[in-house]
């Protein structure tokens, strides 16, 4: 069974630019999770989505974040315009769905604001 | 507000001890916790998923427990291996939401 993919896996820009990171999940996931990692923490919950739904974007900071899963299936988060502060890692996570399922995680993409 | 706090911080130890890593979490309405690895660089390699109704959980040299009305995990690894350096990660799940991560226990075992 494939896992969670993710790309790109690195990405380097300059503060105010845009940039957009993809996640494709685990074949009939239906819960899909975008979580943001800062150096020396653990994940943070940004979005998730059930289908093509959004559940829970209370962390989201949606003046600068955005995010869509069209169709149910694959989703991008895009920064725009990005800060120093944006600098992380994003890891993307599935589930079969919420409550007890167990969650799977991407690789991950690391962002380095300059 | 759901808090996970791991214990310690960092810890490092002779290859083949046994060892006891600590989680405790704020809020005992939860459906399940996971403890994971994350080697430097790579994401998250889920471990254990123990759920509320559970005690305990076990593969090969890993045993996590779970007291949810006290609010406590631990992560026992046996006979501990070179191998075994990453952070390990805690996080419980409530309700709707998404994990909530402790902020990890930096593991090294010197050969």
């Keep these: ?114 | 507000k759901q808090e996970v706090t791991q214990i310690p911080a960092a810890l490092s130890v002779p290859e083949g001890e046994n060892l006891v890593l600590n989680c405790s979490f704020t809020d005992s309405a939860i459906y399940n916790l996971q403890w994971f690895r994350q080697d430097p660089g790579k994401g998250l390699t889920s471990l254990l998923l123990i759920q509320s109704s559970q005690r305990e959980q076990t593969s090969g040299r890993l045993n996590a427990s779970l007291d949810k009305s006290s609010g406590r995990s631990t992560l026992y690894i046996a006979a501990s291996q070179p191998g075994d350096s990453a952070t390990y990660l805690c996080a419980v799940r409530g309700g709707a939401d998404g994990l909530t991560f402790g902020k990890g226990t930096h593991l090294i075992i010197q050969p």
């Design chain 1, 1 to 114: 069974e494939a896992g969670v993919a993710q790309s790109p896996r690195y990405k380097i820009i300059e503060k105010r630019q845009s940039v957009a990171f993809w996640c494709n999940p685990i074949s009939g996931h239906a819960t899909l999770y975008w979580y943001q990692q800062i150096l020396g923490q653990g994940p943070k919950l940004l979005i998730q989505f059930q289908n093509n739904g959004v559940v829970d974007d209370s962390q989201l900071p949606k003046d600068r974040f955005s995010a869509e899963r069209l169709k149910g299936v694959d989703s991008t988060l895009k920064i725009q315009p990005a800060k120093l502060e944006d600098s992380a890692v994003y890891l993307c996570a599935s589930s079969l769905g919420q409550g007890v399922y167990e969650q799977y995680f991407g690789p991950g993409t690391r962002l380095t604001v300059t």
